[in-house]
Each structure stands twice: as structure tokens, then as C-alpha cells.
């Protein structure tokens, strides 16, 4: 009875800590919906953080079909990945609606590298990375018999993931200030940062994820750590960070 009961628990648990994987990534970028939704100004959030998700993600999927990993992460890409699309379109829609001046329209066809993810129309965004996701499935179809191919595209996913913060890190340190920062809100960084590297480890995920997890809570503890080091200059009013420019 005990080793069915002490089963259950690790069911129960190993459910648990997949479903805190597939959903946690995602949850911290709810309320900025909402906010944006709410308050009708996109301003606040850089269209380059879906940027840098979407194609970490893409990746990190086109790495499962080489060398496969824990089905709730493959999950948790395809769920962040929708809901980057969905941060897009409404950001997208809102600028569109709110500028008293309606800008030229600004389209991927155009070929314009000074607009590159600064265009206007939500079906830009969508195709580059249908663009950008066939062409990187081809070359992995391709290459997919060759580990070390395999291994770099595994590296890069979560190498570009992991420097999802450097941005806001660098931010503070040109202003040598955190105003502007929601300290609350890189606190949820590092906790869920933190739970994402023991979940790797603990699972025997491939070492990529292992090494993104334990460079994510380095760079949150640096920005954490950079609240104290500019104290003397944190004043003003306070807003929730993004990761990146």
C-alpha cells in the first residue's frame, strides 16, 4: 500500500512540475496582455522580445526531431510561440488604432532592412517566421543525421533564450539606475529560472537546456544584484521591464 501510495505522489508530482514547465513560461506574459489590452498602448513592450522567443522556440522544436527531450518542453515551445503571435497581433492592431497620424504602411515584401520587425501588418510578422521556420526545417531535414548540425541547433535555441535578459541588463547599467524596472517582476524571473534549471537537471534534460537555465539565473541575480549597486539613483516611478530593446 505504501509503495502505491508513494507512486501516486510521484505521479502526481511528476504532473505537477511538467504542467508548472508547459504554462510557467508563459504566465508572466499574461498580465502584460492584459495591460496593454487594458490601457491601449503598446509602447511599453518591445516587439523584439517576441522576435527573440519565436525564433528560440522554432528552434528548440526543429532540436527535438534530432535528439528528442522532455515532451512537456516541446510542449512549452508550441504554447509560447502561439502566445507570441498572439502578443504581436494585438500590439500590432493597438499601434494601428491609436496613432493619430497613420503611418506608411510598412509590409516584408518591401525588403527594407531599416523596417525589419517594425512592420505594420500582422501577416509581415507571420510570414518571416513561416519563412524562417521552412527553411530552418529544410536545412535540419537535411543535416539531421549529423550530430554535431543537430547539437549547434540544440545550443543555439537556448543560447538565444537565455540572453533574453542581457538587454535589461545592459539598460540599467548605461542609466547606472533600475528606474523603470519591476523589481517584482525579474523576482519572477529568477524564481521561475531557477525551478526551469533543477526541472532540467533533475530530468536529464540534454545539456543545452542544462547550461540556458543555470545562464538565465546568472543574468537575473546580475540584474537583481544591480537594484542594490545603483540604490543611490533608483528614483522615479516604477514600471515593468521588458527583456529586451
Known amino acids: 500500500m505504501d509503495d502505491i501510495y508513494e507512486l501516486n505522489l510521484k505521479n502526481v508530482t511528476a504532473?505537477?512540475?511538467?504542467?508548472?514547465?508547459?504554462?510557467?513560461?508563459?504566465?508572466?506574459?499574461?498580465?502584460q496582455y492584459k495591460e496593454i489590452k487594458r490601457k491601449e498602448d503598446a509602447e511599453g513592450f518591445s516587439l523584439y522580445v517576441c522576435l527573440t522567443l519565436l525564433i528560440a522556440n522554432t528552434l528548440r522544436i526543429l532540436f527535438w526531431f534530432g535528439k528528442h527531450y522532455e515532451l512537456p518542453l516541446l510542449l512549452q515551445s508550441i504554447l509560447m510561440i502561439i502566445a507570441m503571435f498572439i502578443m504581436i497581433k494585438l500590439c500590432i492592431n493597438i499601434q494601428n488604432k491609436t496613432?493619430?497620424?497613420?503611418?506608411?504602411e510598412r509590409v516584408l515584401t518591401d525588403l527594407d532592412a531599416r523596417f525589419f520587425w517594425k512592420w505594420t501588418d500582422f501577416k509581415s510578422y507571420l510570414g518571416f517566421m513561416i519563412l524562417f521556420a521552412s527553411i530552418s526545417g529544410i536545412l535540419t531535414y537535411l543535416f539531421l543525421d549529423i550530430p554535431p548540425f543537430i547539437e549547434i541547433v540544440g545550443f543555439l535555441a537556448v543560447l538565444i533564450e537565455a540572453m533574453l535578459g542581457v538587454p535589461q541588463f545592459l539598460r540599467n547599467s548605461s542609466h547606472k539606475s533600475t528606474i523603470g524596472m519591476s523589481i517584482a517582476m525579474v523576482a519572477m524571473w529568477t524564481v521561475g529560472d531557477i525551478f526551469k534549471t533543477c526541472y532540467f537537471v533533475l530530468r536529464d534534460t540534454p545539456v543545452q537546456f542544462q547550461v540556458c537555465g543555470v545562464l538565465q539565473v546568472t543574468i537575473d541575480i546580475a540584474i537583481l544584484a544591480q537594484v542594490y549597486l545603483y540604490k543611490a539613483n533608483n528614483t522615479g516611478h516604477i514600471r515593468t521591464p521588458i527583456r529586451s530593446d
Open 15 to 31: 504532473w505537477i512540475a511538467a504542467g508548472a514547465m508547459i504554462f510557467g513560461a508563459v504566465v508572466p506574459y499574461v498580465p
Open 99 to 104: 496613432q493619430i497620424i497613420r503611418p506608411k
